[in-house]
């Protein structure tokens, strides 16, 4: 059975996901899922930050295996193309029988956005109200409506990036206010997603009481704090 990305997202919410995240995270801690670090190589399809990279993630959980398969390649914002791809195949643990392949893009972006909503909620103030994001692509998107689902409280949304149209089509979508990245990383929350590879928030702009949710940099060439 394969499952189309659009299919994917007829079913999926974050009113079902987060909770699920959640219960994910606890059976993790709990060593009731077995999951391995993730193998990651280099594309070597240029050099620098366009660099692409390509990653295996395994996984074993109740009845059910399972492997994503998902490629980072941050030049693809310029062709058009999304910057992160994935393939999920899901088996059948006692006979290794496949039962599902499914487009895991919409899964990544949703997934990611769903972890930071269950730390918000476990460590955010209840009375949190504005949230500041650095960064204006795809996971600023998600979190925003991920993040509400759990603190709806959050009513004042500070965009910044460092392509100035990109955040001005954000905040037209979604209400959020364009604001210099010093505003934005004063807020109740800050919210780091973006790829790049010299730091982008500084802590003397936090707030005493700030939570970070840093998302974005991964790997050892990209930083988003100093």
Known sequence: MYISEQEV????????????????????????????????????????VKNGWFAVVPVIAGDVMAVKTVTFYPGNDELGLHTHMAMVELLRRATGEPL???????????RTAA?????????????????????????????????????????????WSRTPA???RLAAETGARVVPIGEASGADVVLTVTSSADPV???RWLAPHALVLAVGATGSTLRELD
């Open 100 to 110: 599902a392949v499914m487009d895991g893009r919409l899964i990544t972006e949703m």
């Open 201 to 203: 928030l500084e802590g």
């Open 115 to 159: 972890v930071s909503a269950v730390a918000l909620d476990a460590l955010g103030r209840a009375d949190v109200r504005s949230l500041g994001i650095l960064g204006s692509g795809v996971q600023a998107r998600a979190h925003i409506r991920a993040l509400r689902m759990v603190r709806p409280s959050l009513k004042e949304i500070r965009v």
């Open 9 to 48: 997202r007829e079913v999926l919410t974050y009113e079902g996901l987060i909770p699920a995240i959640r219960q994910a995270l606890i059976d993790y801690s709990a060593g009731l899922v077995d999951q391995p670090p993730r193998m990651i190589q280099r594309a070597g399809n240029t050099d620098g």
């Open 166 to 168: 990109n955040a001005e």
